[in-house]
């Protein structure tokens, strides 16, 4: 059998420099106040501990994040208000009095907007109390809870007027058909429209923008509106390690049931009786293709059940590495994804991605950061000669009698005579049969 190989390499290099202006502080009272240490444990509504929260003060300026289970440590004045902030999450502000321990701090989920929220665009930074259009944020968390790893089916279901339609689901060439308020509209890889490639364990948030208000700066690119995807960053003061494998079992939703080979015959002999000819086949040939006692001349496959598996399998190992302090921070993001074809008989689509992500950001002095992010990934394709579409259309279109595949339980044949019977099954030697 002809084998096809498909290779393909792709890297791309950004490295951007952002020059703002650091403003100067409001005025504090200049009462003194003594300090201590402030600490407390936030949940979700589920009671699981929230990590990568900012916790800060309003008097001090100090700020912290909370850890992997939740809990935070912060120097903050006497009678103090804090300040906790996650994207995926509302606001909370309390009062932290006199007491240097906080109880149990819940978190609760919104998938809007919030007024302080930060909204990336074209070569600039803009707040939500800046933004007159329709914005709609989702967070990285809320895509992961999703028993998918492809972001196009995470996002049906949250964004309100978005939807989108599987058009292709072969290994190495999934397609989608995406439709926001009616339009197709464009998606952005952090501001940037280029190739998506990309897994939910690396998605920060994705904002959609709706209305031309809210795509105005993208020009005719944001007409029918635009998706920017928003990839993590490195965080100050943490260090995290992150490792996750998933394991998904496909199949089908539903193939077509043909009949047999009698049930077809019957009917062919009704058609050809309703135009005045005679039958095609007789009554021991009839015989011999309900109860099976002749395969070689009067076979009866499913061709569904004979080429193709019940179901198939993927994998994906994804691991990150985040962190830095007030200088630098990083992060790294390495995936691996295996897909494989549902083809039982001959060669099976095998599919296998390797995936790097990295992005690291320098503050060279008080004015001037560097960014530098590269990606890259392989893709490395094997399939069988004939394609998907080729596939499907033979075993759609050829009655169960057509041709015997298989002499004893091993030996795979086409017969020879089957021309005279429905012209053009010689076409089936494509699939890299032997004939006799």
């Not at 196009?152 to 939807?163: K, T």
């Not at 060439?173 to 364990?201: F, W």
């Not at 019977?421 to 049969?433: E, N």
Request: some cysteine.
């Amino acid at each position: 059998m002809n084998i096809c190989r498909s290779m393909r390499y792709r890297i791309g290099i950004s490295i951007v420099f952002i020059l703002f202006y650091g403003g100067i502080a409001s005025a504090q009272e200049s009462e003194t106040r003594s300090t201590g240490t402030m600490t407390g444990t936030l949940v979700d509504q589920r009671g699981i501990p929230v990590s990568g929260v900012l916790v800060k003060s309003y008097i001090s300026g100090n700020k912290t994040w909370s850890g992997k289970d939740g809990t935070f440590h912060l120097v903050t004045a006497r009678k103090d208000y804090l300040y906790f902030n996650k994207e995926g999450y509302n606001d909370v502000s309390l009062n932290s009095e006199e007491s240097d321990r906080m109880d149990t701090i819940v978190m609760t989920n919104s998938q809007g907007i919030q007024n302080h929220s930060l909204n990336p665009v074209n070569f600039d930074i803009t707040s939500a109390v800046q933004t007159t259009g329709s914005v709609f944020r989702v967070s990285g968390e809320d895509l992961r809870r999703n028993p998918t790893n492809d972001l196009m089916l995470a996002l049906s279901g949250l964004v309100p007027g978005f939807f989108s339609v599987q058009t292709s689901n072969t290994p190495g060439s999934v397609n989608y058909d995406n439709h926001l308020r009616g339009e197709s509209p464009v998606i952005l890889l952090d501001g940037v429209p280029r190739d998506i490639v990309i897994d939910l364990q690396e998605i920060s948030e994705v904002l959609i923008y709706k209305d031309h208000a809210a795509a105005a700066m993208y020009g005719n690119l944001g007409a029918n509106g635009i998706i920017n995807i928003i990839t993590r960053k490195g965080h100050t003061n943490t260090k995290v390690v992150e490792a996750d494998y998933q394991v998904g079992l496909h199949l089908p939703l539903a193939l077509p049931d043909f009949l047999d080979a009698y049930q077809n015959a019957l009917l062919q002999n009704k058609a050809r009786q309703n135009d005045g000819l005679d039958p095609q086949f007789g009554p021991d040939q009839l015989q011999a293709f309900q109860n099976g006692s002749d395969p070689l001349r009067y076979p009866d496959i499913d061709y569904f059940d004979r080429f193709m598996r019940a179901n198939t399998n993927s994998h994906q190992l994804t691991t990150t590495f985040l962190g830095g302090d007030s200088t630098i921070q990083y992060y790294l993001h390495g995936g691996y994804l295996s897909n494989r074809g549902l083809e039982s008989i001959g060669e099976r689509i095998n599919f296998d991605q390797i995936l790097l992500r990295s992005d690291l950001r320098v503050q060279l002095n008080e004015i001037i950061r560097m960014d530098l992010g590269i990606t890259g990934w392989m893709d490395i394709s094997r399939f069988p000669r004939m394609g998907r579409d080729g596939m499907f259309g033979i075993m759609s279109s050829y009655p169960a009698y057509a041709t015997p595949l298989m002499m004893g339980d091993s030996i795979f044949i086409v017969n020879r005579d089957y021309p005279h019977r429905v012209p053009g099954v010689r076409s089936i030697l494509i699939w890299g049969l032997p004939s006799i």
